[in-house]
């Protein structure tokens, strides 16, 4: 596939770096080609420029991936710094009682854009990552999210498509609109099963200072008849971290 000559060196600078992932995080210049579908020759160009800038490296092998200037720019700049910065304490809190995961998340586009996840060894599986994400009809803080968001964001979201991941997943327009009802009436989500059958979310609404959902804070834990008690500790957390927020005057709306 070609370029269209009208596109800025800037635009195709975007789809370099949007050809990296936190599964293939190092690919050559031949893959970036395929991937982005500028022709190799501009790849090679653009990838020279982007590595004198700090932009991206190349490893020993010649492979390009993410440098570490592009890294300290962006979190250094980021919106979300202070969200996270304020939820932190209260995360770690949470993951000290349930022990396997919490997570930060907000609204980008039409998805959960996960800023923080804390872990443990042996918790449950979880398909989350850290700037990683995941549809708002299946995730329990996609799901906050989405019950907390504008009326055309949930329009589109029920016009769908929505894929099923597990028999649970709320993935039909008469299913879902009953589950953002009981989110929005008992003030979290309780989502057993609906990413993987083994996981629970639990996930509570994060206010900003003038009482509009920010944010997320969920934990993912085995999907057994213990997980209702972490329901207590998630929500009482997010309105710490809620509470956190309105005494900065802080918005931090990504």
Known sequence: MHT??????LSRAARILEAFSQDEPALTVSEIARRTGLHVATVSRLVAELVALGFLSRDADRKVRIGVRLW????RA???LSLRDH????????HDVVGHHVQLGVLDGDEALFLE???????????TRIAGRLPLYASSSGLVLLAHGPSDLKQ??????????????????AQLRVTLAEIRQQGYAYCPGYVHAEALGVAAPVRGADGTVIAALSVIVPNDVGAQAVVPVVRTAARGISRSLAARGAQDVP
């Open 72 to 75: 300290e720019l962006v979190t």
């Open 87 to 94: 939820a932190m304490p209260f995360m770690e809190g949470v």
């Open 117 to 127: 996840r804390l872990s443990a060894p042996r918790a449950v599986i979880n398909y």
């Open 78 to 80: 980021s919106p979300t």
């Open 156 to 173: 589109r979201i029920l016009s769908g498509p929505m894929t099923a991941y597990t028999p649970s997943t709320p993935a039909t327009p």
């Open 4 to 9: 269209p000559h009208q596109e800025s060196v």
